[in-house]
């Protein structure tokens, strides 16, 4: 069936570095890539998407760039702050059974002050 | 706006009782979904609807069921609870994509059940 791998699972850098996590997806027909971060004891929330006629967007300290050809694709934070610790969550849509999201297994990210 | 709303937060239950999960949302999105998530599986669909009437089942179907009456309320029903069920629940909703509309998904704040 159709599947979304991440990696890595666990991600620890120091405050102002870098974070790249990187998500491949089986289902060539799919057309939208959300991510999500969730904080711990709450429901995950939408932070950067993407749309498969876009190669990159950016939001601030995020972006998300996509590789339709090699169905990958990653998210980048730079100048990360320690409020950026959480878990997060790359999707991708099916165009069938309603545009339902695969979410890939997440990555927790931890920023050390 | 309250969102989406999930009840209860947490839940404790014994081998083979039923309940329910609530989730209601108040921004008139036709699909709602349920997903369970699990310690390094992310987050597994249970059932999903595009709108009143409507439902299907997703990844992880067995052991659940579903109805959507209105367009608000998107009940979750276990029938008999197992151990294996033990798990966050999240029901999130959306406008339709093939409405054309903003598909962004919002999710509730969760439920925590454990079956003993």
């Known amino acids: 069936g159709e599947n979304v791998e991440q990696h890595p699972s666990t991600l620890s850098v120091q405050e102002g570095d870098s974070a790249v996590i990187k998500c491949t997806y089986s289902?060539?027909?799919?057309?939208?890539f959300p991510w999500y971060k969730q904080e711990l004891g709450k429901g995950p929330q939408l932070i950067i998407d993407?749309?498969?006629?876009?190669g990159e967007k950016k939001d601030q300290r995020i972006a998300v760039t996509l590789n339709k050809t090699a169905k990958h694709f990653s998210l980048h934070i730079t100048e990360t702050q320690p409020e950026d610790s959480a878990v997060y969550f790359c999707?991708?849509?099916?165009?069938?059974?309603?545009?339902?999201?695969?979410f890939g297994q997440g990555t927790e990210l931890s920023v050390k002050p | 706006n309250a969102g989406v709303t999930q009840t209860p937060k947490f839940q404790v239950l014994k081998t083979g009782q039923s309940m329910t999960l609530q989730c209601a949302q108040d921004m008139n999105h036709e699909y709602m979904s349920w997903y369970r998530q699990d310690p390094g599986m992310g987050l597994r669909l249970i059932h999903y609807s595009v709108g009143a009437g409507i439902t299907d089942q997703g990844e992880v179907p067995n052991g659940y069921n579903v109805s959507r009456s209105t367009t608000e309320d998107f009940p979750l029903r276990l029938l008999s609870a197992a151990p294996s069920q033990t798990s966050v629940y999240f029901c999130?909703?959306?406008?339709?994509?093939?409405?054309?509309?903003?598909?962004?998904?919002?999710f509730g704040p969760g439920t925590r059940l454990t079956v003993l």
């Open positions: 289902d060539s027909a799919s057309n939208y």
């Open positions: 999707a991708a849509r099916l165009l069938d059974q309603g545009g339902k999201l695969i």
């Open positions: 999130a909703s959306s406008y339709s994509y093939l409405a054309g509309g903003s598909d962004t998904q919002y």
């Open positions: 993407i749309r498969s006629n876009v």
